[in-house]
Nanobody, 128 residues
Framework: QVQLVESGGGPVQAGGSLRLSCTASGYNYRIRCIAWFRQALGKEREGLTNIFRRSSKTYYADSVKGRFTISQDNSKNTVYIQMNSLQPEDTAMYYC?????????????????????WGQGTQVTVSS
């Protein structure tokens, strides 16, 4: 089993930035890719970006391309998402998810069904 813990969420003013962290434990050596998702109240979970563990290749949804950046520090088993120019519509619960099967790792915008291991989420609230 892989355990994931997100951190770094909180309140922020519009135009501000936040960096979220996702730290893996357990059988984290099996992880082949990690993605970030978000879910606003009353909306479906939305895939934002994902990164391949070994190659560090990244993919972004059009909605966040140019504003959000995913990165990783494998020595710390941690994946980050740097979020800039935040707007009220970015308010949501942010989740990271991991996939241990390389064949299921997305090479486009990630979808929830592609991931088996999820964190509990961290809330981001952007005020205008």
């Amino acid at each position: 089993q892989v355990q994931l813990v997100e951190s770094g969420g909180g309140p922020v003013q519009a135009g501000g930035s936040l960096r979220l962290s996702c730290t893996a434990s357990g059988y984290n050596y099996r992880i082949r890719c990690i993605a970030w998702f978000r879910q606003a109240l009353g909306k479906e979970r939305e895939g934002l970006t994902n990164i391949f563990r070994r190659s560090s290749k990244t993919y972004y949804a059009d909605s966040v391309k140019g504003r959000f950046t995913i990165s990783q520090d494998n020595s710390k088993n941690t994946v980050y998402i740097q979020m800039n120019s935040l707007q009220p519509e970015d308010t949501a619960m942010y989740y990271c998810a991991a996939q241990t099967l390389l064949a299921r790792c997305p090479t486009t915008t990630p979808y929830p069904r592609q991931f088996d291991n999820w964190g509990q989420g961290t809330q981001v609230t952007v005020s205008s």
